[in-house]
């Protein structure tokens, strides 16, 4: 093949992955069928129930985020304990872990609760479907692991020198 054939089909090629990347970038990726943005669509909610939906939204998150971080808190403690040289049998787990998960669980229960209950008779139909959708995406969410070599926070661990 000369070389002249090659580049043009390298051209076209080029041509036709910078047109794919433009219909991308135009037309964006498929968004959401459900989620915080994008809730009110399938339900065609007014703007009082879009205001109540968002003040769930907000407490939900308040709670989930104060929970999280007492997790944290108490998880470091206690991982941090395995430091201690003269530890070599397993602690049980706090209770206080247990019980800041009954929260976080009652919270999202009690979040999606108050989402069907600013629903009118005829938006309740799509609720089936915005609960489903919900349920694989936080069992989807609880599945994914971090990269290798980074922590669940995005950092990577401290490397130590054995020089």
Do not use: C
């Amino acid at each position: 093949m000369e070389k002249v054939t090659l580049y043009k089909f390298t051209i076209a090629g080029l041509l036709l992955l910078n047109l794919i990347l433009v219909a991308f970038l135009w037309f964006g990726r498929p968004s959401a069928q459900f989620g915080p943005g994008t809730f009110e669509e399938p339900f065609g909610l007014n703007e009082q129930q879009k205001s109540e939906f968002f003040e769930s939204v907000e407490k939900h998150k308040a709670i989930t985020q104060q929970v999280n971080m007492n997790q944290r808190e108490i998880l470091k403690n206690y991982f941090g304990a395995l430091k201690d040289p003269t530890v070599f049998t397993s602690q049980p787990v706090p209770p206080e872990i247990i019980s800041l998960e009954e929260q976080k669980i009652q919270s999202t229960y009690d979040h999606f609760l108050a989402v069907k209950n600013i629903l009118t008779p005829e938006q309740l139909s799509e609720y089936p479907g915005f609960i489903d959708h919900v349920i694989r995406q936080v069992l989807k969410r609880g599945q994914q692991k971090p990269k290798p070599g980074r922590r669940n926070d995005g950092e990577r661990p401290e490397k130590k020198n054995d020089r």
